[in-house]
């Protein structure tokens, strides 16, 4: 690699000088082994990822944890929630101290040694090492009447500190990958125009839906119906595959030293807003000559080191500071929108194991009932494969948006903003909550009038409602629906809406206000679940959730859904016109002459 003319930047000597245009991969013409290794790395870590967290309930509501239903949806929420939270440490790290290149690295070790704990806590004898023995009010079996004779013990969480310690680990390395990995493929083909980098997000956003179709469909099968320790064994080795390919790959990589952080700056500003004065109010795009802040200083200033050449100024710092502030009230509507979102892999999940899962694959042994049989020889359906309804209409409905009907509405000029976007996205997701909460109404009926059945999922004996869970299809293409129209215009409208200085940031803080909403979501069910009055509180399930009410706590997130839809609209509306007055008031045309005469005095 040679040293390019951007201090401490570094670059493949080869391919400096590609062209700009042609083909696709023109456009990538001496970064294709780059660009195919960050891909590659990407498909491995989404495999990983998703083959970690789609099957996590089922894992601890196994007969190897024995955690509640509640407990175990709560840990998934919970995780989930922290791979996005801890986003910005990872992007503070590598913008401040390593670069990305070291952090990617860092985090692909964190990453694999967290992992490596699940295949251990699989094993009989690694469980016995890292928690102890499990306590006899563990192993107890699912309660099936509702005669009110079922024991009231609440189920304690066995070896709880060694997995939610291990979870916490697993998602610092998760979303360090997260905030890194996306722009340091960008870098790779930056220099090579906008379109180039368009083209490399196409494929970048592909990468993460094949990953998780792979792990879908091969990871989530083993865990169900061959082994947990085999199932968990697969994402570990997908880690350290990734890892070694993206090592392999780094004499083609582009790399780029730290440049610095603004967070310091901004928290500083905001404490100098709410405590000390306010902030000036800076109107306007002129430049104002001779004009001085007091106490202007620059950003580095601010955080305390020697101003760097190219350091933005305490205009600008304000300037920024004042569009973060104008933001956060959007952004902070989408918190209910992802705490409906990550039910999908957590209370979603929960209820379909409480449904009826037809066998698949059945050998000429098994009787041909409609009802499910005991027999060893054949494989159940995966629950996690529900997922792939969601995946499906993102993989099917995103090109077809992107080629087809945007560009038909745009050139009618009916296009709506990416604003009336997200508040639609909303709408699905409510709808998808409801449709939730309407099913398990339904579910609960069955189990009330004692028409259960009982299937083995696993190792495990569940007793499930006769409702096939096909039923859960709807809510699941509703939420697929939901994230075109809510995810991807939010991350469009934060990362446009921000000035370039500040892209990184404001995305940062998008995927912080993400893991919000799960953590929130899983705060919600913990308050659920307090002994006597709680709708999740059901201890004599057993891990089953017969005796819960999870239709309430789907109702309840819709409600709180809907609320927050309706403030969502008159925010964005409020915003959407304090923007147009701006825009008109930059066109005024002896603005900037007011402006520097205003100083002059």
């Known amino acids: 690699m040679a040293r390019d003319r951007g201090q401490g930047e570094l670059k493949p000597l080869l391919g400096r000088e590609a062209s700009l245009d042609g083909s696709l991969w023109s456009a990538f013409k001496g970064r294709k082994a780059a660009c195919a290794a960050v891909l590659l790395v990407e498909i491995l870590e989404r495999a990983a990822f998703f083959g970690i ?76 090492s890292l928690c102890g023995e499990m306590s006899s009010s563990h192993i107890n079996p699912s309660c099936k009447n509702h005669s009110g004779d079922c024991p009231q013990q609440t189920p304690s969480q066995y070896c709880a500190p060694t997995i939610y310690i291990g979870l916490l680990v697993l998602a610092l390395g998760v979303s360090s990958i997260k905030a890194n990995l996306t722009p340091f493929g960008a870098d790779q083909v930056t220099d090579r125009g906008r379109e180039a980098t368009r083209r490399f997000f196409n494929w970048f956003y592909w990468s993460i839906n094949i990953g998780a179709v792979i792990s879908l469909l091969v990871v989530a099968f083993v865990q169900q119906n061959i082994s947990f320790l085999i199932g968990y064994a697969i994402p570990a080795s997908c880690v350290a595959l990734a890892l070694f390919i993206f090592l392999l790959a780094s004499p083609t990589f582009v790399t780029k030293p730290p440049t610095g952080s603004q967070v310091s700056v901004l928290l500083q500003l905001a404490c100098q807003s709410s405590c000390c004065r306010r902030v000036p109010r800076i109107r306007g795009t002129c430049t104002r000559v001779g004009f001085h802040w007091p106490h202007a200083k620059s950003a580095s200033s601010l955080a305390g080191d020697k101003p760097q050449p190219g350091a933005s100024s305490y205009e600008e710092d304000v300037a920024n500071f004042q569009v973060m502030m104008k933001l956060l009230p959007v952004l902070l509507t989408f918190i209910p929108y992802w705490m409906v979102y990550f039910q999908m892999q957590s209370t979603y999940y929960l209820q379909g194991l409480h449904l009826f899962v037809p066998n698949i694959f059945q050998d000429s042994q098994t009787n041909g009932s409609v009802l499910p049989t005991n027999t060893t020889s054949s494989y159940t359906f995966p629950d996690a494969w529900l997922l792939l309804a969601n995946v499906v209409v993102l993989l099917a409905l995103v090109p077809l948006k992107d080629r087809v009907i945007d560009p038909f509405l745009m050139r009618r000029k009916l296009l709506p903003s990416a604003l009336k976007r997200i508040a639609l996205g909303m709408f699905f997701g409510f709808a998808s909550i409801i449709t939730a909460g309407v099913l398990e109404t339904e579910r609960l009926w069955y189990v009330t009038h004692n028409q259960t059945i009982s299937q083995r999922i696993g190792k495990d004996e569940y007793f499930a409602a006769p409702l096939p869970i096909w039923w859960q299809i709807p809510q699941y293409l509703l939420i697929g629906v939901s994230e075109i129209f809510a995810s991807i215009p939010g991350l469009e409208f934060a990362y446009s809406e921000a000035p370039k200085s500040m892209q990184g940031a404001i995305m940062g803080l998008f995927f912080f206000i993400s893991g919000v909403g799960s953590l929130l979501g899983s705060g919600l069910l913990t308050l659920l679940s307090v002994s006597s009055q709680g709708w999740m509180h059901c201890p004599e399930d057993y891990g089953n959730i017969n005796h819960c009410h999870m239709d309430y706590y789907f109702f309840l997130l819709a409600g709180i859904q809907m609320v927050t839809c309706v403030l969502f609209v008159w925010i964005s509306s409020r915003y959407e016109k304090q923007q147009q007055r701006e825009r008109e008031q930059e066109q005024e045309p002896d603005f900037c002459h007011l402006c520097v005469g205003h100083e002059e005095d």
């Open 53 to 128: 967290v789609s099957n996590l309930v089922l894992y601890l509501n196994s007969s190897n944890f024995n955690w509640g239903g509640s407990q175990a949806s709560r840990a998934a929420l919970l995780f989930l929630g922290a791979s996005y939270l801890l986003s910005p440490i990872g992007g503070w790290l590598a913008d401040v101290y390593l670069g990305r290149y070291w952090t990617i690295i860092l985090s692909f070790l964190l990453y694999l040694g967290a992992a490596c704990l699940l295949p251990v806590t699989a094993m009989k004898d690694g469980r016995l």
